[in-house]
């Protein structure tokens, strides 16, 4: 069983910078592929950004595309996404997750088994 703790979130102006990390402990962290999803009141958990187990590929929807960097360091068993020019749009609960590696790689929330208790970005305008 993986455990996850996000920190890192908080409040900043639009054009601001946050960066968020998320730590795992419990199992083999380069098992699993990570992902970072968000959840804006009102509105369905959506993913920002997937890293395989290796760190080899990537994904980013689109809205994030150019703005987010989403990074992994398995020696420190810790995810990252370092997020730039921030819009308000951005402001959500951020959730860090693993999907065990033998599931393959996917980005829908009900594709990955462990969940962090999120960490609250806002943006402000």
């Known amino acids: 069983q993986v455990q996850l703790v996000e920190s890192g979130g908080g409040l900043v102006q639009a054009g601001g910078s946050l960066s968020v990390s998320c730590a795992a402990s419990?199992?083999?962290?380069?098992?699993?592929?990570m992902g970072w999803f968000r959840q804006a009141p009102g509105k369905e958990r959506e993913i920002v950004a997937g890293?395989?187990?290796?760190?080899?590929?990537?994904y980013y929807t689109d809205s994030v595309k150019g703005r987010f960097t989403i990074s992994r360091d398995n020696a420190k068993n810790t995810v990252y996404l370092q997020m730039n020019n921030l819009k308000p749009e951005d402001t959500a609960v951020y959730y860090c997750?693993?999907?065990?590696?033998?599931?393959?790689?996917?980005?829908?929330?009900?594709?990955?088994?462990?969940w962090g208790q999120g960490t609250q970005v806002t943006v402000s305008s």
């Open positions: 890293i395989t187990w290796s760190g080899g590929r990537i």
């Open positions: 419990g199992g083999t962290f380069s098992s699993y592929n």
């Open positions: 997750a693993a999907q065990q590696t033998i599931r393959g790689w996917g980005t829908a929330f009900n594709e990955y088994d462990y």
